[in-house]
């Protein structure tokens, strides 16, 4: 099953240091580099180019601008469930927003309905708890499709 795969992609990456734009398993990621490694490891080759962004990409989007859930929409497939009675599977990519009136910035992969593995600024790759304050912060959940 892709989501058990997911998961088992990212624990590959436990430990792997921070470093913003980055996307080298052991050498350092942030969370979006997470997530490609975690796709490259189940796909091959990521399905688009990246362009740079800083560290505020986010809060510098355009008014109405999601390009985080617009990626996310383009090669991941959206969980239909209503957010406050989601419970994530094994797998689903978590995108979190820190202020209502912003884009998520932010992402997860679960490895269950209470734990998660991401990157997180000064920190390395762990697996975390999926705590209520994630799941305040939660914004939208998706799924790695099936392999051709």
Do not use: K, N
């Not at 990456?13 to 050498?27: C, E, M």
């Not at 390009?67 to 996310?72: D, H, I, L, S, Y």
């Not at 991941?76 to 927003?97: H, N």
Request: aromatic share 10%; net charge neutral; charged share 20%.
């Amino acid at each position: 099953m892709i989501g058990e795969e997911a998961v088992a992609q990212a624990r590959l990456w436990l430990g792997t240091p921070y470093r913003h734009q980055a996307s080298l398993h052991g050498v350092g990621c942030d969370c979006l580099g997470l997530l490609r490694g975690v796709w490259r490891g189940l796909y091959g080759d990521e399905p688009e180019r990246l362009p740079p962004y800083g560290a505020t990409w986010a809060e510098s989007a355009p008014a109405g601008a999601d390009p985080f859930r617009e990626a996310a929409v383009r090669h991941l497939l959206p969980v239909e469930e209503p957010l406050p009675a989601y419970r994530p599977a094994p797998g689903d990519v978590l995108l979190f927003a820190f202020r209502a009136h912003l884009p998520a910035r932010h992402c997860a992969i679960a490895t269950g309905p209470d734990a998660m593995i991401h990157a997180h600024d000064r920190a390395e790759v762990t697996e975390v708890a999926l705590t209520p304050w994630w799941r305040r912060h939660l914004a939208g959940a998706f799924r790695f499709p099936p392999r051709p």
